[in-house]
């Protein structure tokens, strides 16, 4: 199955994400994998098994969200360089959410910018992450505050890659999943919440359907001057649990699962959402594993933190909010005491 990119404004920009088996790839041109260790080690000679090109190098790094940096992308532009890869030549992400965003963004830099693919590996990297171009890194202010809109030439999601992946590394995606449904759909959201993910029909029925929805919004929005923000339900607060815990504590994905239930109780607070529908969510992510309660040790502390969040402009605080099961607000009127009440909770 194909999901098409057709960027609104951007009319030279399209590209498709695949939702079958790895088909073989030939490029008439110099291509470089770019992957970590622990993924090198699953699935590296597969998809060296699929590609035809002049010349392929391969590039590994560090395993973990605490290299997603630009120390590391300077790794990777480093072997390009050894590699004398030029403007024509290709890179191909093979992984997670972390080596897409690096991939993508060392690609943007290259030589003023080259072209990529992404070949994801993780459930939340298939259903999310390498679809719609937002590359980065992070740094000590916060999470993907360097980076840039770079679309990929092709992403070719493969749910065999799956099969390896770490219980926990699975459930991180499905809160990425769940985000979607939260959003935009609660048909969607009443599927998902009696849905096997073991069977490989429901699996890319759930990839497919999580993929349109995004690919919807970031076809009008590509830049998240509007509509595209809406994604980030859940990352406002997700984003500083993950920045508290210095990247090691939470997978993303099991951070974004512990914001959406901060950001709930905020719509709640808020009459946004009614308490039954809070609790369906919190059901969900539970039945999944997900983490719902967190420690905050310092309100004021974690309420300064959200100005470093990239919606925030002018000092002024921008949240996305569920409103109910299916719809979404975005609100940047919420008083700092509205804030800390429902912070003081957690």
């Known amino acids: 199955m194909i999901v098409p990119i057709n960027l609104e404004n951007s009319k030279a920009v399209k590209y498709n994400v695949v939702i079958d088996e790895l088909p073989t790839l030939a490029f008439n041109r110099k291509v470089a994998i770019v992957t970590n260790t622990t993924v090198a080690a699953l699935h590296l000679e597969t998809l060296k098994s699929k590609i035809n090109a002049d010349e392929l190098f391969v590039v590994t790094v560090e395993d973990g969200e605490e290299f997603k940096n630009l120390a590391t992308v300077e790794t990777i532009l480093n072997e390009l360089f050894e590699n004398k890869l030029d403007r024509k030549s290709l890179l191909i992400a093979l992984g997670g959410g972390v080596i897409g965003d690096m991939t993508g963004f060392t690609a943007s830099l290259y030589q003023r910018g080259i072209g990529f693919v992404q070949v994801p590996t993780t459930l939340l990297s298939q259903v999310d992450a390498s679809v719609g171009g937002k590359t980065g890194v992070n740094n000590a202010y916060g999470k993907n505050l360097i980076g840039a809109f770079y679309q990929p030439e092709a992403v070719y999601i493969d749910t065999e890659f799956l099969k390896t992946l770490p219980k926990r590394e699975f459930a991180a995606g499905i809160a990425e999943i769940v985000k979607m449904a939260v959003m935009f759909d609660r048909e969607y959201f009443d599927f998902l919440m009696d849905a096997d993910f073991r069977e490989k029909e429901v699996l890319e029925k759930v990839i497919q359907r999580s993929v349109e ?75 999944h594993d997900l983490p719902t309660t967190y420690e905050i040790k310092d309100v004021n502390a974690f309420y300064d933190k959200f100005f470093l969040d990239k919606k925030a402009a002018n000092n002024t605080l921008k949240f996305i909010l569920p409103q109910g099961l299916g719809g979404h607000m975005i609100r940047n009127d919420i008083s700092e005491d509205v804030l800390k009440k429902v912070l003081k909770v957690f």
Not at 221 to 228: N, T
Not at 264 to 270: F, R
């Open 213 to 287: 929805l995004k690919a919807e919004v970031v076809n009008l929005d590509e830049k998240e001057s509007g509509i595209r923000a809406v994604l980030n339900y859940g990352h406002t607060f997700g984003h500083v649990v993950e920045n508290e815990t210095n990247y090691k504590t939470y997978l993303h994905g099991e951070a974004v699962a512990i914001g959406i239930m901060m950001v709930n109780a905020l719509a709640v607070e808020l009459g946004m959402m009614k308490q039954e529908e809070m609790d369906l969510v919190e059901k969900f992510l539970k039945k």
